[in-house]
């Protein structure tokens, strides 16, 4: 099966300037997540979706970022204004359901702000 | 409420010897566990999982991990060490909460 697709691979953006990420799950996942791995941390997650419901986006900063999943399928992940801190690598994952179903992840986009 | 613990940052071990690399967890529920393996510049890629099925779990290239629930424990093991094996290791506690991920171990495999 193909698996999860995220573009860009690499971004580097000036602080204050805007980025979208694109993420297009593996086909019939219903579970949709952001995770932010900032270098030589875990990742956290930013966002869940299920089909097109946001299930948890309590750590999403709402102030700078927004995710979307129109049609239950793929997502946008967006940073409008971003700060230097935003600088780490954005992780798509998805899985089958949400609860005791592993996670396929994406290979990531690395983000760097200037 | 969940969380987990990786209890260490860094683990060095040569080729050919036994890696131990260690997870604790807490739940409030009989919790899902993952061992995520992470290659530079490379996505994580699932190693094992348990689901309240087996408390050993095999995975993929020879590594397996057992579930202790008097310990809270689920410490990933393998018996020989390869340098291909030298990578980011990641401990995740699941079930009815959203995935939680811990700090990682790096673990460094010396010729």
């Known amino acids: 099966e193909a698996g999860v697709a995220q573009s860009p691979r690499y971004k580097i953006i000036e602080k204050r300037q805007s980025v979208a990420f694109w993420c297009n799950p593996i086909s019939g996942h219903a579970t949709l997540y952001w995770y932010q791995q900032i270098l030589g941390q875990g990742p956290k997650l930013l966002i869940q979706f299920q089909n097109n419901g946001v299930v948890d986006d309590s750590q999403l900063p709402k102030d700078r970022f927004s995710a979307e999943r129109l049609k239950g399928v793929d997502s946008t992940l967006k940073i409008q204004p971003a700060k230097l801190e935003d600088s780490a690598v954005y992780l798509c994952a998805s899985s089958v359901t949400g609860e005791n179903s592993p996670l396929h992840f994406g290979n990531g986009t690395r983000l760097t702000v200037t | 409420a969940q969380s987990v613990t990786q209890l260490d940052s860094h683990v060095s071990v040569s080729e050919g010897t036994p890696v131990l690399l260690r997870c604790n967890y807490s739940?409030?529920?009989?919790?899902?566990l993952f061992w995520y393996v992470q290659h530079p510049n490379k996505g994580l890629q699932l190693l094992l999982k348990y689901t309240s099925a087996a408390t050993l779990v095999k995975g993929i290239n020879g590594f397996e991990a057992e579930f202790k629930k008097s310990e809270t424990s689920f410490h990933l093991t393998k018996p020989s060490a390869h340098m291909s094996d030298a990578a980011e290791y990641f401990c995740v506690v699941g079930g009815s909460y959203i995935p939680t991920f811990g700090r990682g171990t790096s673990l460094i495999v010396h010729p």
């Open positions: 739940s409030s529920y009989s919790p899902s």
